[in-house]
């Protein structure tokens, strides 16, 4: 596992008061059947509904995300072939805020990875986003919101080292606000 490193602004305050690190693990480590390949929009499970201060953060990066300097984050990232997210997205037939809807948020309770300082854990290009919800929870909200829209990119082939994790949240921060 990597820690993040501070930064400037908002996420330097952040980072140090909680090493915060968000982590694209590989499929053996997260893999879960249907983990890939969730078809269309759907409803939150009622397991996502127990996870403490989920429903409210996603409600609140979909409506981030629906705001087309939030939208513009999409273009500045690159999947493994080197297509911007965005074309990605735009390929899917989704939109942004859709991609949103369509992540699968799994509690991240008893993983390896949800460690003191992992927020959240998936696999590249997967919908399937595992939440370490106790780390999470000690977050404000934006920056809660920030975690999961990181993960949103993640889920378009967004891979990390490089860029670092650190980077694509502070990315995420200046284009959707805070």
Avoid at 21 to 36: F, K, S, T, W
Avoid at 44 to 71: D, H, W
């Amino acid at each position: 596992m990597r820690e993040a490193t501070t930064g400037s602004g908002p996420w330097k305050t952040l980072a140090s008061g909680l090493a915060v690190q968000l982590l694209v693990v590989g499929a053996a480590d997260v893999a879960e059947p249907n983990d890939r390949g969730v078809s269309g929009s759907r409803p939150p499970s009622a397991l996502e509904e127990k996870i403490p201060g989920l429903p409210p953060a996603r409600q609140g990066a979909r409506e981030r995300l629906g705001r087309p300097e939030c939208q513009a984050v999409l273009a500045d990232f690159k999947d493994g072939s080197g297509r911007r997210l965005d074309e990605v997205l735009r390929a899917t037939g989704r939109t942004a805020q859709e991609q949103m809807d369509y992540l699968v948020f799994r509690s991240g309770f008893g993983r390896a990875f949800c460690g003191r300082s992992t927020l959240a854990a998936t696999n590249v290009g997967s919908p399937v986003v595992f939440v370490c919800f106790r780390q999470l929870t000690l977050l404000r909200r934006e920056y809660q919101e920030a975690v999961l829209i990181h993960e949103m990119l993640h889920s378009l082939g967004l891979g990390e080292n490089p860029p670092e994790s650190v980077a694509i949240t502070a990315q995420v921060l200046k284009r959707c606000g805070h």
